[in-house]
């Protein structure tokens, strides 16, 4: 399809593995979005990369996130060393500029940490 | 630190029964206040963008407006397939979007 594909769906994994989490957006937007979501709450940003580069990365919750982008394409979020608190869906987004608030959604990674 | 709050956290509406969702919010020099709608299990969606005081934008049976401290998003004569969580987000300086929590909204028939 068009719309942003994000991979694993579903992700369960043990307390100090790591994980990578994928995002693929629309094709030729230029700005990609990961945001956080936990059970009942609002959207968390974490992230955002305008081309390849990452202007904002204040919302990364410790050195154990960490998130890159190549091609202008593809993102991964890498969780280092999980724990329990890390467990939420992880959400991206992209759009066709970075000073548009219309961000397109895909349908998030669940993780869960065991 | 931009600050965006949503009430009320839940609303439980008979079909046809409006209603109006606030969303509330803190910021240095607003840049645009935007609507989503997410569904169980989906990403959110976008509505509107709002950009300044008095602004109204409509579509369907919602109905968003702006004041310079809040905002609405108002729900008309609202059938069963309006029930989902409607997300307020802010943007200010920067491109992030800052969000609210969400208000949970079931239309029962």
């Known amino acids: 399809g068009a719309g942003v594909s994000q991979s694993p769906s579903n992700k369960v994994t043990e307390k100090g593995k790591d994980v990578e989490l994928r995002c693929d957006p629309i094709?030729?937007?230029?700005?990609l979005y990961w945001y956080r979501q936990s059970l009942g709450q609002g959207l968390e940003f974490l992230i955002y990369f305008q081309g390849n580069s990452a202007p904002d990365k204040s919302g990364l919750p410790s050195d154990r996130f960490s998130a890159e982008r190549t091609g202008g394409s593809v993102s991964t979020l890498t969780i280092q060393r999980t724990q329990q608190e890390d467990s939420a869906v992880y959400l991206c987004a992209s759009s066709l500029e970075a000073n548009t608030g219309e961000l397109f959604f895909g349908e998030g990674s669940r993780l869960t940490v065991l | 630190e931009d600050q965006v709050t949503q009430s009320p956290e839940a609303l439980r509406l008979q079909e046809g029964e409006s209603s109006s969702l606030n969303c509330s919010y803190t910021v240095s020099g607003l840049r645009g206040l935007f609507w989503y709608r997410q569904d169980p299990g989906k990403g959110p969606e976008f509505l509107f963008t709002l950009y300044s005081a008095g602004e109204e934008k409509e579509k369907e049976r919602l109905k968003a407006t702006l004041t310079k401290k809040e905002s609405f998003l108002h729900i008309t004569a609202p059938k069963p397939e309006d029930s989902a969580t409607y997300l307020c987000?802010?943007?200010?300086?920067?491109?992030?979007?800052?969000f609210g929590g969400g208000t949970r909204v079931l239309v029962k028939p």
């Open positions: 987000a802010v943007r200010a300086a920067g491109n992030k979007l800052t």
């Open positions: 094709s030729g937007h230029t700005a």
